[in-house]
């Protein structure tokens, strides 16, 4: 089954959460399989925090020709989230106000904002209906945002490891983050590396936060007693930090950050389980037993102000991670949701 890129361009001042406006913006987004004759077999993925619009690369486990959202059966969208780095429009894009990369100066962003710009392209593919949205953590986010906004387009959604409103102790993670891409003297210039030996620093907070402490134990622990240098974990986090500041950026790391701490269901509405009660979708939630940064209390959260939410939890080594580690387990509660009240697991063809 082949599949596409393409380029979503939209022309128009788009205005902002935050009040500001950008003079039109493009995504990146990618699809995967062929539209049924009534359009009702999409699935639309949103990313996490460093993901792109090719969920092949990175979810192959669950959209891949004999896995469960097979694209013999699907038509399968996923964008590359307004901000980012994969083809979207971000801070290394050009303001057309002043024919230079954004840098520093490109707005923050929200996830309302986001789903906004999806909405948008969603109009643009003519996708009256979608079958299934599903995303984690950062994407998970915007799953429920845009499950909020658009109630009646939905008609399956899978949150996975992911919140209502992002929480103090993630907010904290994140602010360490950003205060070691600070500490980069090179972070204050207008250049596509600046703040990038940060960002190493920055993804090596990340990690203890996207694992927990039995992963480290198990995968990165001494072979030997005699080890006094180049520890496996102290290797690893940099192994981690390199392989982030390769393919990502700085800035757009910052920007995505802020995003998901400023996510809040709750905002300009009466109540964050207010906001939750509009969703209409036969939800999923799905939690993870290891997770420090999104903890399971916050998917029981979800479950219990979700109108008839079902709630499963998977069991991991990796933390948050595991969402996109243990592709059975999480293949195998979304089977069993859609056995249940005996919706077929199959789009028809």
Known sequence: MEKYDHTFHYKQDFSLESGS??????????????????????????????????????????????????PRHYFIVCANVLGGCYGSTGPLSIDPKTSKPYYHNFPPVTNRDVVHAFDLLRKELRLENI?????GSLGGQQVLEWAIQQPDVFQHIIPIATNANHSPWGIAFNEAQRMAIETDPTWKENHPRAGLEGLKAARAIGMISYRYYETYQHTQAEKSNETLRDFRAATYQRYQGQKLANRFNAFTYWGLSIMMDTHNVGRNRPSVADAL?????????????????????????????????????????????????????????????FAQDHISARASA
């Not at 690369?57 to 896995?67: I, Q």
């Not at 079958?131 to 995303?135: A, F, N, Q, S």
């Not at 102000?305 to 059975?328: K, W």
């Open 21 to 70: 406006t950008l003079s039109g913006f493009q995504l990146k987004y990618t699809t995967l399989g062929k539209l049924n004759a009534d359009r009702s077999n999409v699935v639309w993925i949103c990313h996490a925090l460093t993901g792109s619009s090719d969920f092949t690369d990175w979810w192959s486990g669950l959209f891949d020709e004999g896995r469960f959202f097979d």
């Open 131 to 135: 079958h299934t949205l599903i995303g």
């Open 277 to 337: 009660k509009k969703i209409k979708a036969r939800t999923l939630v799905v939690g993870i037993d290891s997770d420090i940064l999104f903890p399971l209390q916050e998917q029981k959260f979800l479950a219990e102000h979700i109108p008839d939410a079902r709630l499963e939890v998977m069991s991991s080594l990796y933390g948050h991670d595991g969402f996109l580690v243990e592709f059975e387990q999480l293949s195998s509660h979304i089977k069993n949701f």
